[in-house]
């Protein structure tokens, strides 16, 4: 095994050990030696690195740039491109996440990028400031831009336009994540520390001009989606997500989720379709069609074959949950359970309205009958999840599924996941991620969710 390898080798097991949120999706990717890109890059699937670039870094710095590339698949970036310029992406997409990772307590290769501006925004938010500052919209052309030379500013502030000329002044070649960031045979020496000043000036240029502009590896498109990454921006690598929410779960129940990645994770993991939408689809998908002899099924009395007919779809008893802390005010208490009325009056069920602050402050039960549900929360003090999870133990209860509206503002959740479907229905875009259960964001109406 050579030196380089040794030394990845050595990083992943470090970061499983000491940094297992990083460690356990690091070992979903194949590491693999590619001398025909200059630094490192990944698709979701392999880890590839140049073996001079590794064999310049020091450990700590291996290490960060394993926990980098790794952040790639985990924020869908090699998803999410949508035909934008390979280069200006990467750039985009360092600024989002490395900010985690230095807060974290990685150390990134030389060059990384990490301009404070760019702190909590979207690498989507990001790419369109670099576009604008850059003069265009951001998208490839084969045109000379407006895009300033190599050296006069720092490469994290603005990238040189694919089209701009290097200083030989030879045109520059775009960006592109398909088949490699440098030539092939580079030597790698702009990954590390030392070279001559002509070795560093070329490596900055080759560094811009390429598909990883700070260095710490490059992000491209996944083999399975169409060259660019798709044209629509909702494409998402479920594999990655769901090892996402697993690494996020163990994670936080060892106490190693680093601080930054909560907002981070918060919004890969929240659906961004319309909460509507979203609750309507969860509530369908556990109903159950109910089916009566009376009348019988029509299609098959010509062939004098007697069926049951779809009578109508039932759906098992549903829980409602409701915080009553004071921290879901009534408009969005009232939109909510008006919503959740109208899907409820399709079904056959029985509705357990649970109101909650730090304990049970009311149980009431509705049938189909008694829709549309007419609810007067009770509550005000302290906010507690367990009190619901107990009372439906307590009373034997397998519900279809489990709603609970509230902010998120509260780390009391059960020990164990239950065994029914649980629905986080959150209002504030506040708040931590649930240890289980899907979460959608409630919002108003005039907001668009």
């Not at 740039?65 to 999410?80: F, I, N, S, W, Y």
């Not at 490839?140 to 603005?158: A, C, I, L, M, N």
């Not at 921006?233 to 996020?248: M, R």
């Not at 009958?369 to 906010?383: H, K, R, S, Y």
């Amino acid at each position: 095994m050579d030196a380089a390898r040794k030394k990845v080798v050595r990083a992943r097991t470090s970061l499983l050990l000491d940094h297992p949120f990083f460690g356990s999706l690091c070992m979903r990717m194949e590491p693999r030696e590619d001398r025909s890109c200059r630094t490192a890059w990944t698709d979701g699937r392999v880890l590839a690195y140049n073996p001079a670039f590794v064999e310049g870094l020091s450990e700590a710095q291996v290490l960060g740039m394993l926990a980098h590339t790794v952040m790639h698949p985990a924020c869908q970036h090699h998803v999410r491109r949508n035909g934008r310029d390979a280069g200006l992406w990467n750039a985009a997409c360092d600024h989002a996440i490395n900010w985690v990772l230095l807060d974290a307590g990685f150390t990134l290769p030389p060059g990384h990028l990490d301009d404070s501006v760019y702190r909590g925004m979207s690498a989507d938010a990001i790419y369109a400031e670099l576009a604008a500052v850059r003069g265009s919209d951001g998208m490839p052309s084969e045109g000379t831009g407006d895009g300033r030379e190599t050296g006069e500013k720092e490469q994290h502030e603005v990238l040189p336009s694919p089209g701009d000329t290097d200083e030989q002044g030879e045109p520059g070649e775009p960006a592109d994540s398909g088949d490699g960031a440098g030539k092939a045979g580079d030597d790698g020496d702009g990954g590390g520390e030392g070279g001559d000043d002509d070795g560093d000036q070329e490596a900055q240029m080759q560094s811009e001009m390429s598909g990883d502009p700070g260095g710490s590896g490059e992000v491209r498109d996944s083999r399975d989606l169409d060259a660019g990454g798709g044209p629509s921006g909702d494409e998402t690598d479920q594999e990655w997500e769901i090892a996402l929410a697993n690494a996020v779960r163990q994670a936080r129940e060892s106490g190693e989720l680093p601080g930054g990645l909560e907002r981070l994770v918060r919004e890969l993991l929240t659906p961004r379709l319309d909460w509507r939408e979203l609750l309507s689809r969860y509530i369908s998908e556990r109903a159950r069609d109910d089916y009566s002899w009376t009348p019988p099924n029509r299609r098959f009395l010509h062939m004098n074959v007697i069926l049951p007919s779809l009578s109508h779809r039932r759906l098992p008893e549903v829980v409602l949950a409701l915080d009553t802390s004071g921290s879901v005010d009534d408009r969005e208490l009232e939109q909510f359970v008006a919503e959740l009325s109208g899907l409820l009056e399709t079904y056959d069920t029985t509705v357990h309205v649970l109101c909650c602050d730090a304990g049970l402050t009311s149980v009431r039960i509705f049938s189909r009958a008694d829709l549309p549900l007419e609810i007067e929360p009770v509550g005000g003090g302290g906010t507690d999840y367990r009190p619901v999870f107990d009372w439906v133990e307590a009373e034997g209860m397998v519900p279809a599924c489990l709603v609970y509206l509230t902010d998120m503002e509260c780390p009391r959740f059960p020990e164990r996941e239950p065994e029914y479907p649980v629905l986080w229905a959150r209002v504030g875009g506040g708040g931590t991620v649930p240890p289980f259960g899907d979460m959608v964001e409630v919002a108003d109406r005039e907001d668009g969710a």
